[in-house]
């Protein structure tokens, strides 16, 4: 199969490059398409012909997007729908990344992909619009909400990723304070990028949540990393209110991989194990 993938030097991006690369791939970083230039974009994917686009690009530093609609929206929605239009036009299918920010409401339970969306922050808004143009326009596309994301490459829109900075600042002696209010889904990119290729495959299109399994809040998170790396700093727990990040957040937004486990799909490690394989991949265990 030709795919092309968008933001190919991304985390995300970095492993789908490896994970799929007995097909013929076309790997474009931000250098080689800006999505948001909507004639160049259709001329890129007019050139290439691909059978299948992969778009992981994405304003996401969530924080930022409050004050950056314009930018945020951009990215997240505009040139989504330009995307979804390209594909339907030509045939591709169009694989689409999507976000657990997308919900918000007083839940307590994994949220499974019929239960209703309710973002909280810009954001999530942009993202959740993008995914109504895809569904909405492009026939054949598969939307892929995820979470809490790391990986060997390092989200290049966010700096690196959780796990490495918080390897860090133990390494520099600081106290670390993490939100223990907030639930989620760490997910490592090689495994997403080994379920969208076997989705695509599949050619089941829809909606689809893919995410490691369990759950566990930012704090745990962290204090499973030092537990793993060895490492013994300063942590402690905050909360979400005394933490005062710009954009609000759900204090649960664990995703279910229902429509994964309806085609036999739903087979992702524990976030735990993932954690550990990908510490090992990085050289931070003995
Ligand atoms: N990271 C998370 O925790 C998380 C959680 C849930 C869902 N997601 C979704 O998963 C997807 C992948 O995330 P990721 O962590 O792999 O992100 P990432 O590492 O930041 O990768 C995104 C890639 O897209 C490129 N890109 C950004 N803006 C672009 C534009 N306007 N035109 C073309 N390329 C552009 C980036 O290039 P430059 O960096 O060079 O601009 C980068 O290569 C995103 O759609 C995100 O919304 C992420």
Redesign the pocket.
């Known amino acids: 199969m030709k795919i092309l993938i968008?933001?190919?030097?991304?985390?995300?991006?970095?492993d789908l490059v490896r994970i799929l690369r007995h097909h013929q791939v076309i790997a474009?970083?931000?250098?080689e398409?800006?999505?948001?230039?909507h004639q160049e974009t259709r001329k890129i994917l007019e050139g290439h012909k691909p059978e299948v686009v992969v778009?992981?690009?994405?304003?996401?530093r969530v924080d930022l997007c409050e004050d950056h609609l314009e930018e945020t929206f951009?990215?997240?929605t505009y040139?989504v729908r330009n995307l979804a239009e390209i594909c339907q036009d030509l045939g591709i299918v169009l694989v689409?990344?999507?976000?657990?920010?997308v919900f918000g409401s007083e839940k307590k339970s994994p949220y499974r992909e019929k239960d209703l969306p309710n973002p909280l922050n810009v954001?999530g808004v942009s993202?959740l619009a993008g995914e109504y143009f895809v569904r909405h326009i492009c026939q054949r596309h598969f939307i892929?909400?995820?979470?809490?994301?790391?990986?060997v490459?390092?989200?290049?829109?966010?700096g690196g990723?959780?796990v490495e900075l918080m390897i860090r600042l133990a390494k520099e002696g600081r106290p670390i304070k993490v939100v223990s209010d907030q639930i989620l889904t760490p997910?490592y990119?090689k495994e997403l990028a080994k379920k969208i290729a076997q989705l695509i495959e599949t050619g089941q299109y829809g909606l689809y949540h893919v995410t490691n399994n369990g759950q566990c809040s930012w704090y745990e998170f962290a204090r499973v990393i030092f537990e793993l790396v060895g490492l013994h700093p300063d942590l402690s727990a905050t909360t979400t209110e005394e933490f005062g990040a710009k954009a609000k957040r759900s204090p649960y937004s664990v995703l279910e991989n229902a429509n994964l486990r309806k085609l036999g799909l739903d087979d992702l490690s524990s976030w735990r194990e993932a954690l550990e394989q990908y510490l090992r991949e990085k050289g931070h265990l003995k």
């Not at 968008?6 to 970095?14: R, V, W």
């Not at 689409?96 to 920010?101: F, I, K």
């Open positions: 968008i933001g190919a030097n991304g985390q995300l991006g970095t474009l970083t931000h250098k398409i800006e999505v948001c230039n778009n992981t690009s994405a304003y996401h951009k990215v997240n040139a689409h990344l999507s976000t657990d920010y954001y993202k892929i909400r995820t979470s809490g994301l790391y990986g490459a390092g989200a290049s829109g966010k990723n959780f997910t990119t």
